[in-house]
C-alpha cells in the first residue's frame, strides 16, 4: 500500500505564445517540469510530514512519476487575471487525514484566492471532524473556532496569479502540492 509520508507545496507562473508551452514554464517555475506528475484527489495522507520544496525535490528523480494536487488557471485574454491556489487542513490527530482543496479563478487577487482555498479544505475537514461550521461567519471567525476546537492543528494556502499582457501570450498559474516520499 502506499501512502505519501512526505510532501510539498510549490508554484509558478509560466507566459508563452503557445498554451502547453506556458503550462511547461510554470510547472519549471514550480520546480515539477521534470517528473512524470499524476493528478490526485484531494486527501493528505495521515501522518504525512510538510517540508520545504527545496527539501521535497532532493527526494525525488527526474522523471520520476509523482502523484500530486495541483490547480491550474490559463487564459490568452488580455488584461485577463488567472489566479489558482490549494488550501490545505491538517487534524490536530496525526493519525486522521487531512484536506487539501484547489482553487482555479479568473479576476481574484492571490490573497483572496488563496484564502478562498484555505478556507475550503479547512471547511471540508470540519465537516468530518463534527467541527462546528457556519457559512455565514467570516473566513477569520471560523478559522478562530476550527484553532480554539482543537481539531484543526493548521490551514495554510499557497496561491499565484498572473495578468495577460496586451501581446495575447497565454498565461498559466501553477500551485500544487506534491508528495514526495
Aim: glycine share 6%; net charge negative.
Amino acid at each position: 500500500m502506499f501512502v505519501p509520508a512526505k510532501a510539498f507545496l510549490t508554484k509558478g507562473v509560466g507566459r508563452h505564445k503557445e498554451k502547453l508551452t506556458s503550462f511547461e514554464l510554470a510547472l519549471r517555475e514550480a520546480h515539477i517540469a521534470q517528473y512524470n506528475l499524476v493528478r490526485v484527489s484531494s486527501i493528505f495522507p495521515p501522518n504525512c510530514q510538510l517540508v520545504s520544496w527545496e527539501q521535497g525535490v532532493k527526494l525525488l528523480m527526474p522523471g520520476q512519476v509523482v502523484f500530486a494536487v495541483i490547480a491550474e488557471a490559463a487564459t490568452n485574454e488580455p488584461s485577463r487575471l488567472a489566479a489558482s491556489a490549494l488550501g490545505l487542513a491538517i487534524p490536530a490527530d496525526p493519525n486522521h487525514h487531512g484536506y487539501i482543496s484547489e482553487h482555479h479563478a479568473f479576476g481574484q487577487r492571490q490573497q483572496s484566492a488563496g484564502d478562498y482555498a484555505e478556507d475550503l479544505a479547512a471547511s471540508m475537514l470540519a465537516t468530518v471532524l463534527g467541527v462546528p461550521f457556519d457559512p455565514n461567519q467570516a473566513w477569520d471567525e471560523r478559522k478562530e473556532q476550527w484553532l480554539l476546537s482543537g481539531e484543526i492543528v493548521k490551514t495554510t494556502n499557497i496561491s499565484c496569479t498572473a495578468e495577460v499582457q496586451d501581446d495575447g501570450r497565454w498565461v498559466t498559474t501553477v500551485s500544487a502540492l506534491v508528495f514526495c516520499g
